[in-house]
C-alpha cells in the first residue's frame, strides 16, 4: 500500500526563486542561515527517497484569479508547467505528475467528504515551485513525482485551521488505501508571519512563528483551534497561510520525530520556517 513516509513544512517566498537562481546568493549574509537550514532536508530526502510529493499550496493568481478560486483544487494531470507570474522567476523543467495517484485521492476525498476541484490541467506558481526547487532543485531533473493540491488563503472567506488539518488526515486515508508500493511526502507550504499592505505591512510576529512551530510538532489541536481571524491578527494578512501547514501534520501519527527545525527572519519581510517530522 502507499505509505507516508514524512512530512516538510517550508516557507514559499518568491524572493527565495530569485535568489536560488544566483549560486552567489546562497553565501551572501542575507541569504546563508535560510539556505543553511535546508542542508539537513535535503539530506533527509536523498536518505528516504520519496517517489511522489503532495505539495500543499496556493495559488496567488496564475492559475486561479479572483473571479474563480476553488477552496480546494488538485491536480490530476501527469505534468505541470510554470509561468511567468511577474515576479521575474525562471521557468523551469515541467514537473512530471502522477494521475493515477491524483485520481485515487480525489475519489478517497470526496468519499470522506472533501470537494476539491480537479484540474486535468494545471499552471503551478511560487507557491508550489519554490519549495519544489528547495527540496530537489539542486539536482539534475526532479526525483519525485509531484500533486499540487491547492487551498484558498487569498479571497474569503478561507478554510478553518481545523479544516485544513482534516483534510491532512484524510489525506493519510487516501494515501494508505492505495493499492501500490510508493512512498510519499507531504508538503506543507506558506507563511509565516507577514503582511504584504496596509498599516501593518512588514509585520513579523516572531514569539508566534516559534508557537505554530512547537504546535505542528507537539500539539496541533492548539494551532487548530485558532480562527482565522485570530491567525490574521497574530501573523498578519497572509500569515494565514500557516493553515496548510496543518493539512501536513495531519497526514502523520500523532507522535512524530523531529529530523529538522530551523527558524529565519527576515527573508523579504517575512518569518521563515522549515521543519521536517517523520513518523515515529
Known amino acids: 500500500m502507499g505509505k507516508i513516509i514524512g512530512g516538510i513544512t517550508t516557507s514559499h517566498i518568491p524572493a527565495v526563486g530569485n535568489a536560488l537562481a544566483d549560486p552567489e ?14 542542508e539537513p532536508v535535503k539530506e533527509w530526502l536523498a536518505d528516504v527517497k520519496p517517489d511522489v510529493a503532495i505539495v500543499v499550496y496556493n495559488d496567488h493568481g496564475l492559475n486561479f484569479f479572483l473571479d474563480t478560486i476553488p477552496t480546494l483544487a488538485i491536480g490530476c494531470a ?36 472533501f470537494d476539491p476541484t480537479m484540474c486535468q490541467e494545471m499552471l503551478v506558481d ?14 539534475e531533473g526532479w526525483p519525485v513525482r509531484a500533486i499540487p493540491l491547492a487551498i484558498n488563503t487569498v479571497q474569503h472567506p478561507l478554510p478553518t485551521a481545523r479544516r485544513l488539518y482534516k483534510l ?15 512512498k510519499v511526502v507531504v508538503l506543507g507550504t506558506g507563511g509565516m508571519s507577514h503582511q504584504l499592505q496596509g498599516e501593518r505591512a512588514g509585520l513579523i510576529n516572531v ?3 516559534l508557537a505554530c512551530m512547537d504546535s505542528v510538532i507537539n500539539d496541533p489541536e492548539w494551532l487548530a483551534s485558532k480562527s482565522i ?6 501573523a498578519g494578512t497572509e500569515g494565514a497561510e500557516i493553515i496548510m501547514w496543518l493539512a501536513m501534520r495531519g497526514a502523520l501519527h500523532s507522535n512524530v520525530n ?14 521563515a520556517g522549515v521543519l521536517v517530522l517523520e513518523n515515529a
Not at 546568493?25 to 535546508?38: A, Q
Not at 511567468?84 to 470522506?112: C, I, K, R, T, Y
Not at 507557491?127 to 532543485?137: A, C, I, N, S, Y
Not at 529530523?259 to 518569518?271: D, E, F, L
Request: cysteine-free; aromatic content about 14%.
Open 126 to 139: 511560487h507557491g508550489f515551485v519554490v519549495p519544489m526547487q528547495l527540496m530537489w532543485g539542486h539536482l
Open 25 to 38: 546568493k546562497r553565501n551572501d549574509p542575507y541569504w546563508k542561515r535560510f539556505f543553511d537550514g535546508y
Open 207 to 209: 514569539d508566534f512563528d
Open 168 to 182: 491532512g488526515k484524510a489525506l493519510r486515508n487516501a494515501v494508505e488505501s492505495y493499492p501500490e508500493d510508493i
Open 229 to 234: 481571524t485570530e491567525l490574521i491578527e497574530n
Open 78 to 113: 501527469d505534468q505541470y508547467k510554470n509561468a511567468d507570474e511577474g515576479w521575474a522567476l525562471p521557468q523551469l523543467e515541467v514537473f512530471p505528475g502522477d494521475a493515477q495517484l491524483s485520481w485515487h485521492l480525489v475519489e478517497s476525498l470526496v468519499n470522506q467528504e
Open 258 to 271: 523531529v529530523v529538522q527545525k530551523h527558524y529565519h527572519a527576515p527573508i523579504s519581510n517575512t518569518g
